[in-house]
């Protein structure tokens, strides 16, 4: 996620429809009229939405970040990654080349350099966890089953590491003991972990529901932003940590079925599911390490009631991921 500076920051240029100088400088590189693209969310990108001929839809997102928070060659390998995967079959939303011919461009702005690529817009929409159907829950997983059998090719070469992040851990987290010992012990846990090809690659880093569309039972996946070389298992915990009570896995029906649609496309190991809790705890590691950073504006007055939201809810959820990480079971 962005740093609420950044995010702030961009917020403040947004005019009452959702506009902004900003986006209309890295709208223009894709052809697009000044003041055509509207404001959709800030989390790990700023997304704009704007008008274009070669999507399905007529419509496409517009996804960038400052030039110092991530560089072109990153945003380039997942734009490669999501053309691989469409090349392949995989229903992938994918880039649109700007009128330059590039998937991602580097542009200056009001705010200074921002590295950006257009995303076409998928037929269909969202579907809640309450309202998904059995069916739906084995495409689901059947569709990330897919991605992992597809592998990344060259395209996964400038990908990081998934929990690279907590190589800074004993430093960012040295103010809380028992946690920073927490994660010492799962780092040298995962330090033990095989990675032969049949367990470790190229990952999504983010499959939950937020990031699919549906189109009657078939999906469509969005937003690659923390795709990475990890444990493709790595990628079922964080697809299904809204569905499990406490560390526990397999005992709800939606996870076993999108376990079945996995295994329909892709062997899964009955040892590689036993890394689970483990993997969650990881992720929720990895969030706690980047929580400082994200959360880098201090209370003030003058804050918008949507900043002061936006911070309570992100120390709320570094709450829940501390518990997380804590109750993770790791060798002594």
Known sequence: MLPLSEIAGLAATL???????????????????????????????????????????????????????????????????????????????????????????????????????????????????????????????AGLAGLHSAGAGDAGRQLPELFGDLDRAEQVLAGDPPLAGQVARLRAHLSRLPRDHGSFGVVHGDFELDNLVWHGEAATAYDFDDAGHGWFVADIAHALRDLRPALTWVDTPVTATFLAGYRSVRTLAGRDLTWLAVLAAAHAAVWLVRLPGIVDLGPARTDPPWLSTLRAKLYRHGDRQRDLVLAAPLDA
């Open 15 to 141: 005019d009452r429809h959702g506009r902004s100088e900003v986006a209309d400088a890295v709208a223009a590189v894709w052809g697009r009229p000044a003041g055509e693209a509207r404001f959709r969310r800030s989390s790990a990108s700023h997304v704009f939405l704007v008008a274009h001929p070669l999507a399905p839809t007529g419509r496409a997102y517009l996804r960038f970040v400052p030039g110092w928070w991530r560089g072109p060659g990153r945003i380039a390998a997942v734009a490669e990654l999501m053309c691989r995967y469409g090349r392949l079959g995989r229903a992938v939303a994918q880039p649109v080349p700007s009128v330059r011919g590039s998937l991602v461009e580097a542009v200056a702005t009001p705010r200074g350099e921002a590295v950006a690529m257009l995303v076409a817009e998928a037929p269909g929409g969202q579907v809640e966890l309450a309202d998904l159907s059995v069916r739906q829950a084995r495409a689901w997983g």
